[in-house]
């Protein structure tokens, strides 16, 4: 298992940090353990901390009035979360559940501000990765918004091999009916555009291994949205 350290030295947000930067967040940390289906905070909750996910995997979603879920973000090991709505000084917008069995990293807000006001690197690696944030959200909501759904596959399996630093497959970690919710569709409409996308040649699915055929090919998908 590893150490919180050298979780906490993984995070983008802290990599830039002195060893003794990294020796005061590792005092204020919390180690919580979840299991799978666990909630971790409900949309309205006080955000008074942020999470950094250790071990396992958690969804960030929101419920229609009719109970319908649609989820916004999946979080894997070295992804931190939450910490937008702390510094906001508001609510959580969003709700937060383990989608696996989870260890999380809980810094509370009144002892990670203290360090912050401390450490100007740290400020500055918080600009930095909120602005990445900032950005990412965007591009999300311009693919829910103005692409179709074959265009938003196609622009997060180019995300996800840029991610996972292979230009040739990816490896899915989420279910599809969880990416299904993620691109703001149905499973069985999912179905149907990998099954077009594979005849097509772009891609070919294995289990949860997708090989990217056409990358040129789904770049095009991804610009114009439609197959």
Same mark, same amino acid.
């Given at each position: 298992?590893?150490?919180?350290?050298?979780?906490?030295?993984?995070?983008?947000?802290?990599?830039?940090?002195?060893?003794?930067?990294?020796?005061?967040?590792?005092?204020?940390?919390?180690?919580?353990?979840?299991?799978?289906?666990?909630?971790?905070?409900?949309? @309205?909750?006080? *955000?008074?901390?942020?999470?950094?996910? +250790?071990?396992? &995997?958690?969804?960030?979603?929101?419920? %229609? /009035?009719?109970?319908?879920?649609?989820?916004?973000?999946?979080?894997?090991?070295?992804?931190?979360?939450?910490?937008?709505?702390?510094?906001?000084?508001?609510?959580?917008?969003?709700?937060?559940?383990?989608?696996?069995?989870?260890?999380?990293?809980?810094?509370?807000?009144?002892?990670?501000?203290?360090?912050?006001?401390?450490?100007?690197?740290?400020?500055?690696?918080?600009?930095?990765?909120?602005?990445?944030?900032?950005?990412?959200?965007?591009?999300?909501?311009?693919?829910?918004?103005?692409?179709?759904?074959? @265009?938003?596959? *196609?622009?997060?399996?180019?995300?996800? +091999?840029?991610? &996972?630093?292979?230009?040739?497959?990816? %490896? /899915?970690?989420?279910?599809?009916?969880?990416?299904?919710?993620?691109?703001?569709?149905?499973?069985?409409?999912?179905?149907?555009?990998?099954?077009?996308?594979?005849?097509?040649?772009?891609?070919?699915?294995?289990?949860?291994?997708?090989?990217?055929?056409?990358?040129?090919?789904?770049?095009?998908?991804?610009?114009?949205?439609?197959?």
């Amino acid at each position: 298992m590893k150490k919180n350290r050298d979780i906490i030295a993984s995070v983008p947000l802290f990599r830039r940090l002195t060893a003794s930067g990294l020796e005061a967040l590792e005092k204020i940390v919390e180690d919580r353990r979840y299991p799978k289906g666990a909630a971790i905070f409900m949309e @309205g909750d006080n *955000a008074d901390g942020f999470y950094i996910v +250790a071990g396992g &995997q958690v969804k960030i979603f929101k419920l %229609s /009035l009719e109970g319908k879920e649609h989820i916004l973000h999946i979080f894997g090991p070295g992804h931190p979360f939450g910490e937008v709505p702390m510094f906001s000084g508001g609510k959580f917008p969003a709700n937060a559940q383990s989608t696996r069995k989870s260890r999380l990293l809980y810094l509370p807000k009144a002892s990670f501000i203290r360090l912050i006001t401390s450490n100007p690197q740290l400020c500055l690696n918080m600009l930095a990765d909120l602005s990445l944030r900032l950005r990412q959200f965007t591009i999300q909501i311009e693919n829910l918004s103005l692409k179709e759904v074959p @265009g938003r596959l *196609a622009s997060y399996l180019i995300y996800l +091999a840029d991610e &996972q630093g292979n230009p040739d497959a990816v %490896s /899915l970690n989420i279910s599809k009916g969880q990416l299904a919710s993620l691109l703001g569709t149905i499973p069985e409409t999912l179905s149907r555009i990998f099954a077009k996308m594979t005849g097509d040649g772009l891609i070919r699915v294995q289990g949860r291994e997708i090989r990217l055929m056409d990358v040129e090919g789904l770049k095009v998908l991804a610009d114009t949205g439609k197959l």
